[in-house]
């Protein structure tokens, strides 16, 4: 009878911190921010872990084994970083509106990456700049309106995140038809078209990353995979932890946890022997 007892006792305890406590060998966090996957490693694994020494745009390996490129894009890398901007206000807006653009992008063929050429070039604000350019994708309004898009005094389709996400898709698009190639692609929308053209006809090669273009186009891919990276990775550059809710699904549910296994084998072995002996 003491045995039965002592069973008993000893499988309701070890329920009772399966069930309150749990006993995790890695911690599984949820990302609410990001519409695309994010990887959050835990504390050992963040502190044993190398530093990244890969970026890629488009399926396109950024080739950080040249020095200056490397330079280049650690620099890019620490300004996109929180301990520079001290804000988690690109990450929110990306998740607001990354959900809007991707389905467009892939509409049209246009690789995913894409997405963050906004966020590089309005922040996903939807503001004018001085020389004209406006809205999310920045568009002047002359190759708005050759897109479909209308702007006069009354109307702004620049502003209208769809309808100018649908253009800049086109014209995306458009661009890879002139230059098979997206890294150039992502370098023509910001010096357009022919500027390019020019430059690669007399440098004699179209490789981007040894091309020597304006200070603006000549850091352009670079910001937009660095942006590309703080977003994906918004522990390893800062984010995460200043901003809990970076870092919850759901505030009102606890983080999931995987159990150690030894405990949840003794566990059951006591259930079993409760069930053999009818208690």
């Known amino acids: 009878m003491i045995k039965k007892h002592l069973i008993a006792c000893i499988a309701v305890v070890l329920i009772t911190v399966l069930a309150k406590v749990g006993i995790s060998k890695t911690s599984v966090t949820h990302v609410k921010s990001f519409p695309q996957k994010v990887d959050v490693p835990s504390p050992r694994d963040e502190k044993e872990s190398s530093p990244v020494i890969s970026f890629e745009f488009a399926s396109e390996e950024i080739p950080v084994q040249h020095v200056k490129v490397s330079q280049r894009m650690k620099k890019y890398l620490k300004a996109s970083s929180y301990e520079h901007i001290q804000t988690n206000r690109l990450h929110h807006k990306a998740a ?78 458009d661009l890879y038809k002139e230059f098979n190639n997206w890294t150039l692609v992502a370098a023509a929308y910001n010096v357009g078209e022919n500027s390019l053209k020019r430059q690669i006809a007399v440098q004699g090669h179209d490789n981007y990353f040894k091309l020597k273009l304006n200070r603006e186009t000549a850091s352009y891919v670079y910001k937009l995979a660095s942006m590309k990276e703080v977003i994906e990775n918004p522990i390893k550059y800062g984010f995460a932890r200043r901003g809990e809710s970076l870092l919850a699904r759901d505030a009102q549910q606890p983080k999931h946890r995987v159990i150690d296994p030894i405990t949840e084998r003794n566990a059951i072995d006591a259930l079993n022997l409760l069930r053999k002996q009818d208690l």
């Open 96 to 173: 607001r509106w990354f959900p809007v653009i991707e389905p467009i992008l892939e509409q049209y063929g246009i690789p995913e990456d894409f997405k963050y050429l906004p966020l590089v070039e309005s922040g996903l604000s939807g503001g004018t700049s001085p020389k004209g350019a406006s809205g999310y994708w920045q568009f002047m309004p002359q190759t708005a309106r050759s897109y479909g898009l209308v702007v006069n005094r009354s109307r702004d389709d620049r502003q209208n995140m769809r309808k100018s996400t649908v253009a800049a898709a086109k014209y995306l698009r």
